[in-house]
């Protein structure tokens, strides 16, 4: 059965500090990983894509890495803001129009 | 920038009623999704759709489920007879043409509460 696993589950953390959420996953057949932000009662919004050839992937103050062997992938967050407050999920797509696997997310409080 | 827009933001119905989700998907895409998020849970996939036929669709999606294209902009989801289990927020996606990097963008979500 397809899953994706995320640790922490939540994690509270100062403005200005950086962060390291954690996926493993195992899904068949692998296309690509995603990282979403999803924001309370709002839907999900796409950080990065990375494909099984690709091991990092930044997008602003978000760098994703990917690990295909061991399938594992990691979000780093550098310089927190109060912004960055939301669920973090982590997201894999056997491609095409299939639907995507979602991880139950890191919830990340960041306090001033 | 275009958005996928879902109406209406909260629905309330008694079990055993059927309810429709309403989404607009952006303009130029032509798969769409509908996703639910059972509180406190993961999102979960349900369907996608292409063409005017279901493309997949996941254990979740049984007979009570159907989707529709009714017009040229409203992708709808119906439940035929709700159950209190039913009870979840409805996200409606939408995707340029369903390749392997395409990007999904999501509505803001119907929260549906069956009582």
């Known amino acids: 059965k397809n899953q994706v696993e995320q640790s922490p589950q939540s994690l509270i953390i100062l403005e200005g500090k950086n962060c390291t959420l954690q996926c493993n996953y195992t899904v068949s057949p692998f296309s690509n990983l995603r990282w979403y932000k999803q924001d309370t009662g709002r839907g999900p919004v796409s950080l990065t894509i990375m494909t099984f050839s690709e091991n990092t992937k930044s997008n602003g103050r978000y760098t994703a890495t990917l690990d295909a062997d061991t399938k594992q992938s990691s979000l780093h967050i550098t310089a927190s803001q109060l912004s960055d407050s939301a669920s973090y999920i982590c997201v894999v797509s056997g491609g095409g129009a299939d639907g995507l696997t979602f991880g139950k997310g890191t919830h990340l409080i960041i306090q001033p | ?115």
């Open chain 2, 1 to 115: 920038e275009p958005e996928v827009t879902q109406t209406p933001s909260h629905q309330v119905t008694q079990m055993g009623q059927e309810v429709i989700l309403r989404c607009v998907p952006i303009s130029n895409h032509l798969y769409f999704y509908w996703y639910r998020q059972i509180l406190g849970q993961k999102v979960e996939f349900l369907v996608s759709f292409y063409n005017n036929e279901i493309s997949e669709k996941s254990e979740i999606f049984d007979d009570q489920f159907s989707v529709e294209r009714p017009d040229g902009s409203n992708f709808t989801l119906k439940i035929r007879s709700t159950k209190l289990e039913d009870s979840a927020m409805y996200f409606c996606a939408s995707s340029e043409d369903g390749g392997v990097l395409d990007e999904q963008y999501f509505g803001p979500g119907t929260r549906l509460t069956v009582t």
